[in-house]
């Protein structure tokens, strides 16, 4: 009896450890904290800033100055404050991606909830229609409405990158509706007589809060990087200070040409750190929605162990 013992405490001693709770929420939870801090970070510097730089449009005669104690981050070929216009555009930015994530997920969810609960012939127009703007191509969509249109305002811009953007997230959301709206609550609220709408914004809409969450913060990601290539190519936001529109001065600029990393090199800093929070928050509602993908990681590292046991 003894010697069974000893053997099944060997091979409970050999098999992998099972991860806790605790160390399955460790990593999200860490990258969501990164993550957030990032752009905490970001967003209060795009709103105090302004208040408290120059006038980013003021000329000087101090024309490509590098980083000091009056200017910062240097100054631009005409003698513009980098600092004040790193600030305002930040605000720029922030303001266009939160207007063209607050229109996607509207679209997604007008179109992907709406069309998966009801179902019908609405369902297969809706389906049509968002696998028709799905095989768009957005970037030269943008392009070519950029350049035709003369007036390219703030609105406008965030119009064309949103229904450029919307589409993907609404097949989601369609496909998760679908799955809801067979499931015993949701049959027990049409028995009892609840209207279609309250069924959705009752029983349907908080079980989709964590996909429509990962999608706003994918189209948030996707409309700032888009604004900064119509920006930067020339075809962004008129009368507003962008990233974008800050590497496109500066490239026109020959900022590269002469050595001016500090007039180039804030805006695109920016871009990667917002790019890098914001995927950090998405990667961590993934990780919360699939428990696979918060599992996957120790996984792994079971397999590795095991592998090289094996080996030696």
């Known amino acids: 009896m003894s010697v069974i ?8 001693a ?19 904290v990164i993550g957030v801090g990032i752009v ?6 795009g709103l105090i800033a302004p208040f408290v730089t120059q006038n980013p449009l003021a000329v000087s005669n101090d024309g490509m ?46 179109f992907g909830i709406l069309g998966g609960y009801l179902g ?30 003369e007036q390219r305002g703030l609105l406008l811009i965030a119009f064309v990158l949103a229904i450029t953007s919307w589409a993907a997230s609404a097949r989601v959301l369609r496909s998760q509706t679908l799955s809801i709206r067979t499931r015993d609550y949701v049959h027990a609220a049409r028995i009892a007589g609840e209207k279609p709408w309250r069924i ?5 809409l908080p079980n989709l809060l964590p996909v429509m969450s990962s999608g706003f913060v994918f189209a948030l990601i996707t409309a700032i990087l888009g604004e900064a290539g119509l920006s930067f190519i020339g075809l962004g936001v008129l009368g507003t200070q ?50 696979r993908l918060r599992n996957a990681p120790a996984n792994a590292r079971r397999v590795r162990k095991a592998q090289k046991e094996a080996a030696a």
């Not at 050999?14 to 990258?31: F, M």
């Not at 959705?200 to 349907?204: C, M, R």
């Open 65 to 110: 100055q590098p980083p000091s104690a009056a200017h910062l981050l240097g100054t631009t070929q005409t003698g513009q404050d980098v600092l004040a216009q790193l600030a305002h555009a930040t605000r720029g930015s922030l303001l266009v991606g939160i207007l063209v994530a607050v229109l996607a997920l509207f679209l997604s969810a007008f």
């Open 120 to 149: 019908g012939w609405l369902d297969e127009v809706f389906s049509l229609f968002t696998n028709v703007v799905l095989i768009l191509p957005g970037l030269p969509l943008m392009i070519v409405i950029g350049s035709y249109v």
């Open 200 to 204: 959705i914004s009752v029983e349907i």
């Open 5 to 12: 013992t000893e053997e099944s405490a060997q091979i409970g």
């Open 14 to 32: 050999d098999e992998p450890k099972q991860a806790t709770p605790s160390a399955r929420r460790k990593r999200p939870a860490a990258t969501l």
């Open 242 to 291: 962008t990233w974008g529109s800050m590497l496109f001065y500066a490239q026109n600029g020959q900022a590269l040409t002469l050595g001016g990393w500090w007039w180039f090199v804030p805006p695109g800093f920016m871009i990667a750190a917002l790019g890098c929070g914001l995927s950090l928050i998405n990667f961590s509602i993934d990780a919360i929605i699939n428990p």
């Open 40 to 45: 905490v970070l970001i967003v209060l510097f």
